[in-house]
């Protein structure tokens, strides 16, 4: 779980960028802050819960 999480986080980041450079590409940024969200409630409900494993 925790590497789907990575997975995630890092697809986020690269479509936040991708969506910022390229204009024409706008909805990426919006596909990014989704999955951005999407890992942080994932994390937030694993810390919280206290699932610890792999």
Do not use: E
């Not at 789907?4 to 690269?14: N, Q, T």
């Not at 479509?15 to 999407?38: C, K, Q, S």
């Amino acid at each position: 779980m925790n590497i789907l999480v990575v997975i995630i986080a890092i697809a986020a980041v690269a479509l936040l960028i991708t969506g910022g450079i390229v204009p024409t590409l706008n909805f990426l940024l919006w596909v990014g802050l989704a999955l951005a969200v999407i890992a942080v409630i994932v994390f937030l409900v694993r810390y919280i819960g206290g699932n610890r494993t792999v």
